[in-house]
Nanobody, 125 residues
């Protein structure tokens, strides 16, 4: 069982930056593939970024809408996955969710068994 807690959301102007953090419980964090997803009001939850578990070669993947602006990274010593978001746009406004799956790496919500409660990101124009 893994519990995930996101933090770092907030209100930022267009062009600004935020860093989201997701901290996981447990002692096997390095065995979990991690993902970030987002959900805007009235829309489906969509993939943002993913990073493989430590034995998966450190692969990363990004949605086309954030590629080149967002960076996902992990610190296994701190049980933390980060999402660095730069050049933010109003269309990035959403609740951002962290997700985890044992030995997983995927771009769809169904890949992940564990989810955090989400953190709100609002980008003003």
């Amino acid at each position: 069982q893994v519990q995930l807690v996101e933090s770092g959301g907030g209100l930022v102007q267009a062009g600004g930056s935020l860093r989201l953090s997701c901290t996981a419980s447990g002692r096997t964090f390095s065995s979990y593939g991690m993902g970030w997803f987002r959900q805007a009001p009235g829309k489906e939850r969509q993939f943002v970024a993913a990073i493989s578990w430590s034995g998966g070669g450190g692969r990363t993947s990004y949605s086309d809408s954030v590629k080149g602006r967002f960076t996902i990274s992990r610190d296994n010593a701190k049980n933390t996955v980060l999402l660095h978001m730069n050049s933010l746009k109003p269309e990035d406004t959403a609740v951002y969710f962290c997700a985890a799956e044992l030995w997983g790496f995927g771009l769809v919500t169904g890949t992940y068994a564990y989810w955090g409660q989400g953190t709100q990101v609002t980008v003003s124009s």
